[in-house]
């Protein structure tokens, strides 16, 4: 059983369930086992079109969660547009801060240049806490080779109650390229100019390479993850798995 009589999700036989799985192959199985329970995130990055586009094959009518932080690059927007566009998806979230909390915390929009913890907080966090409420599965698109907090980040790990799956974990910078190149799928425009990591304006610089290709976020400070992959205590989401996982 994956999940008890109360539909409580059980955290080991979810990670027996699916060892040595990934990819679309994980997507599918994991669809199929939680119908209706699941959600994609997608920050329609540099690196989205993988992830999205395995979800596409798999079920085009998946919901994938977007987080409009009100900072976001217009070309990130129009990529968005593009890739729901040309992959069939339609079951898109927005997920945006809430007015009073902006009004209130941020009124003059500069609150990341004083505080870039508390900035993500009210335009990342809490919005996408409040979204996520009616999902109990949750897809993202990390990876390890992003290193960090990600380094050691597995497959299937249960957060707050929430099963959180990483398809991609071990894919190398070298898969996706191969993977995009294949499928034909379009680059973000700002991968072009040099940006490996997109995220919000402010907090983003060109720069990254396939051994840091976050290095251009945050530039200046220790900061390395925005909040919304961090659970309820404050801890980097990771798992200790069973040794069936890894094999």
Known sequence: MLADAHGAIQANAAIERYAGIEGRNLIKSVLKDYPGRV?????????????????SEVDPHVPVIFLDTLKLFPETIAYRDKLVSELGLTNLLI???????LAQFDPQGDLHGSNTDFCCYVRKTVPMDEVLKDFDVIISGRKRFHGSARSDLQFVNLQDGKLKIEPLAGFSALDLQTYMQQHHLPSHPLKLAGYRSIGCVPCTAV???????????????NKTECGIHFSANGQVIRTVTRQAALT
């Open 39 to 55: 959600a994609l995130l997608s920050s329609f990055g540099a690196e989205s079109s993988v992830l999205l586009h395995m979800a």
């Open 207 to 221: 720069g990254g390479n396939d051994e840091d290709p976050r290095a251009g976020r945050w530039q200046g400070t």
């Open 95 to 101: 997920a945006k801060p809430d007015e009073a909390d």
